[in-house]
């Protein structure tokens, strides 16, 4: 576990690091560049010249610019030609456009065509008309949503270079050339999104026996309960978000939405399994409450308050922190700037962090409470009786503890083919696995807590229950009839009633002979 925090944190750091070579650095005179000094690990040196050069993009905001000042960018014959037309594109903080910002002072341009990689296949591709929805920002990058879907691309100056394109057929128009790799994105959605809708299908099913099953709804049960239905919504919108992406029927509000939402599902999904390894403890630690419903009820309350408190708080932060003004950093949650869902570092720091701490926590309670249970059985060992309700409820307790190591085990598993399937999305075969087994997650939990002699003779028993009791009230009524049919046969006025029923049959029957007399016809 500190080895997956170690790596974390590394991977953060190692992100953030500038680098500079020959193409993106100045020439330096007395180690100053426009009145700036550059510190020594701020200085290159040409290896040909052997002249110190300064690697201004870590002084500077950097862009790139494919010709020089006064000339603009032929894309037919791919060379540059004067243009009267000054350059000034527009420039964005975030989403939004600043009025009056003037590009070419406020950043560092390099001029030139941007060298694409063979090795990653990258090939030069201006940006229009694929996508006409695409902006220079502060930061120096170039911003390009893709129209087709919810995916954004962010280029650096290495990456791009943005000018006014002319040609013979076109007005001067802005435009960038881009180094875009044309290999087709791989995911799974199909195979992840319908293997997690057979999961949910299992998950729901547990939940449906614990709900139906009375000896089953006790305070242990609702918190399994929570947990399940936690997790059931997750996988289920997130199943829904990738079915919207295959289908390209997303948007970018919507995905928004659906990310929030899986986002604190599975967060509150891990925080009730947290209070699951909290109870257990909790159960041994000998405070054990035997108690009321009352007692039991309000503990319920407490860790509701918990479970869903603390990730509402940590959804709200990273709504605050996506929709704030804070100048972009590689520590931002960028939503927007990925498509669906958490990517990246953002995904590291927001999910996999807060996993991580519940994690160990969860950890440590087990083994405080390993060792409890050894305690117990020690103790015990010379004063336990089988028709003991205190040996009993000791049993039950173990037993209710094993249960949540296999699921413990179960959803940590998950987790860690899901944090290393993150950092290798090119390995097909390994996503195959990991998808799998998330059909599995789903019918584990429901083999774990409904698979078992013990819930199976309380479904028979409430089947037959529910049978007796449709029976027992099919007879009352059958006997409530009786009695009344008795108690009518008794009365002493039943001849009476008698006549009454003849005489009332004797004049509807005078009437309808009337009403057949007025109509002879």
């Known amino acids: 576990m500190q080895t997956i925090i170690v790596f974390i944190v590394f991977t953060i750091i190692t992100q953030t690091v500038s680098q500079c070579d020959k193409e993106y650095s100045v020439e330096l005179k007395n180690r100053m560049y426009k009145g700036v000094k550059y510190e020594p690990h701020e200085i290159i040196v040409d290896n040909v010249t052997k002249v110190e050069r300064g690697c201004v993009c870590l002084k500077e905001v950097c862009a790139k610019k494919c010709c020089p000042l006064g000339q603009a960018y032929n894309r037919e014959l791919k060379i540059c030609v004067e243009i009267s037309k000054p350059f000034n594109p527009p420039v964005y903080r975030e989403y939004q456009l600043l009025p009056g910002y003037n590009a070419t002072k406020e ?64 007005e001067p128009h802005l435009n960038a050339l881009i180094c875009f790799v044309p290999k087709p994105e791989h995911n799974n959605y199909t195979m992840s999104s319908s293997c997690m809708l057979i999961s949910c299908f299992f998950i729901l ?78 159960t041994f630690s000998g405070k054990r409450a035997h108690g009321r419903s009352g007692s039991q009820n309000k503990r319920f ?54 996993i991580v701490i519940l994690c160990v926590a969860n950890l440590i309670f087990f083994a405080l409470t390993a060792f409890k249970i050894a305690k117990i059985k020690k103790e015990t060992k010379m004063l336990r009786d089988k028709e003991s309700s205190t040996h009993d409820q000791d049993r039950k307790d173990t037993q209710r503890f094993t249960l949540y190591v296999k699921l413990f085990t179960v959803m940590g598993i998950n987790w860690i ?49 529910y049978q007796r009791s449709k029976s027992n009230n099919t007879q009352q009524e059958i006997n409530g009839n009786n009695r009344q049919l008795a108690q009518w046969r008794t009365q002493p006025d039943r001849t009476s009633s008698l006549e009454t029923i003849r005489t009332t049959d004797g004049d509807r029957s005078s009437r309808s002979n009337k009403s057949v007399n007025i109509n002879p016809q």
């Open 107 to 170: 950043l560092h341009f390099f001029y030139g065509k941007m060298n694409c990689s063979d090795e990653l296949e990258e090939i030069r591709v201006p940006v229009a008309p694929a996508s006409y929805n695409f902006h220079l920002r502060t930061d120096g990058k170039l911003y390009v949503k893709i129209d087709t879907s919810v995916k954004v691309l962010i280029y650096d100056a290495s990456k791009y270079c943005i000018d006014t394109f002319v040609s013979d057929t076109e």
């Open 205 to 282: 099913l547990t939940v449906a026996v614990y709900a139906w099953l009375p000896e089953l709804r006790n305070l242990h049960g609702m918190v399994l309960m929570a947990y399940l239905l936690s997790f059931f919504v997750g996988f289920l919108f997130l199943a829904t978000m990738q079915i919207l992406i295959l289908l390209k029927e997303i948007s970018e509000d919507i995905c928004i939405v659906l990310t929030f939402i899986v986002y604190f599902s599975l967060l509150a999904a891990f925080f009730w399994l947290n209070v699951m390894c909290y109870d257990i403890w909790w």
């Open 301 to 354: 309350l407490c860790y509701a308050i918990y479970a869903f408190g603390v990730p509402t708080i940590l959804t709200i932060v990273l709504a605050a922190l996506e929709f704030s003004n804070i100048p972009l950093h590689p520590l931002l949650p960028k939503l927007r700037l990925q498509g669906c869902f958490l990517y990246g570092n953002s995904k590291l720091l927001y999910l996999y962090g807060p």
């Open 417 to 465: 083919l899901e944090v290393v399937s993150s950092f290798y999305p090119e390995a097909d075969v390994f996503w195959q696995f990991s998808d799998a087994y998330n059909v599995l997650v789903g019918l584990i939990i429901f083999i774990i807590f409904v698979c078992k002699k013990k819930t199976w003779r309380m479904i028979k028993k409430r089947i037959k229950d």
